[in-house]
């Protein structure tokens, strides 16, 4: 049974910086094409992706980030760990959000490109962790 956990999520200031983490137990990612992705859910508002990124044969890597969040946002991975990570600085009220994980394997290179902002391209989903932005 795949599980999704992320954590780090908290209340900061604007101008504070958080990390979220992304953790996954019951996949397997060696000799596999990964898609992952953070995507945040304000209330009253669609589900948006935030960063994903396509992990491809001998881990060539992409990342796709939201305009709203580029510059700021920083994905990382730790390979060994298989921990999906992602560094938030300069936050601001807007990205109060909560914000998931979604991973996919196995997934092909044109479809990332094609459905990679598209929540419904992810089959493992985690619960959620709160990022609340005020002063």
């Known amino acids: 049974q795949v599980q999704i956990v992320e954590s780090g999520g908290g209340s900061v200031q604007p101008g504070g910086s958080l990390k979220l983490s992304c953790t996954a137990s019951?996949?397997?990612?060696?000799?596999?094409?990964?898609?992952m992705g953070w995507f945040r859910q304000a209330p009253g508002r669609e589900r948006e992706a935030v960063v994903t990124?396509?992990?491809?044969?001998?881990?060539?890597?992409?990342?796709d980030y939201a305009d709203s969040v580029k510059g700021r946002f920083i994905i990382s991975r730790d390979t060994i760990k298989h921990i999906l990570y992602l560094q938030m600085n300069d936050l601001k009220t807007e990205d109060t959000a909560m914000y998931y994980c979604?991973?996919?394997?196995?997934?092909?290179?044109?479809?990332?490109?094609?459905?990679?902002?598209?929540?419904?391209?992810?089959?493992?989903w985690g619960q959620g962790t709160q990022v609340t932005v005020s002063s």
């Open positions: 990124i396509y992990v491809g044969s001998g881990d060539a890597v992409r990342a």
């Open positions: 019951g996949l397997t990612y060696t000799y596999r094409t990964i898609c």
């Open positions: 979604a991973q996919d394997v196995d997934c092909s290179y044109s479809d990332y490109v094609r459905r990679a902002s598209d929540a419904g391209s992810y089959e493992y």
